[in-house]
């Protein structure tokens, strides 16, 4: 059974460091992109990062760029959100996703599926 389970998130300070982990299992990881995205309360789920299936190629959402890196082990089943330079808008539950539909950009939360359960972040001013 294809599962996604998120951990790394909590509370933290303006300007902290958390890094995320999302470890996968029941098919065959190294063959999909895995993206991040994050939900704050009332607002929509937003594309974080994807990472490609080899780790060579990343994309990041223009707000978390140059703060945030995604990295995977292929052979762990399991890709990374490495956040630094926390900010309080940073506050959401934070989700990894397998991209299932590749015809569609990666930006898109429906070209992606078997998403995990997410960890809260909280970051305080």
């Known amino acids: 059974q294809v599962q996604l389970v998120e951990s790394g998130g909590g509370l933290v300070q303006a300007g902290g460091s958390l890094r995320l982990s999302c470890a996968a299992s029941?098919?065959?990881?190294?063959?999909?992109?895995m993206g991040w995205f994050r939900q704050a309360p009332g607002k929509e789920r937003d594309f974080v990062a994807v990472?490609?299936?080899?780790?060579?190629?990343?994309h990041y959402a223009d707000s978390v760029k140059g703060r945030f890196t995604t990295s995977r082990d292929n052979a762990k089943n399991t890709v990374y959100l490495q956040m630094n330079s926390l900010k309080p808008e940073d506050t959401a539950v934070y989700y990894c996703?397998?991209?299932?539909?590749?015809?569609?950009?990666?930006?898109?939360?429906?070209?992606?599926?078997?998403w995990g359960q997410g960890t809260q972040v909280t970051v305080s001013s």
């Open positions: 996703a397998t991209r299932w539909d590749y015809s569609g950009s990666y930006y898109y939360s429906q070209n992606y599926g078997s």
């Open positions: 029941g098919w065959t990881f190294s063959g999909y992109d």
């Open positions: 990472i490609s299936r080899s780790g060579d190629a990343t």
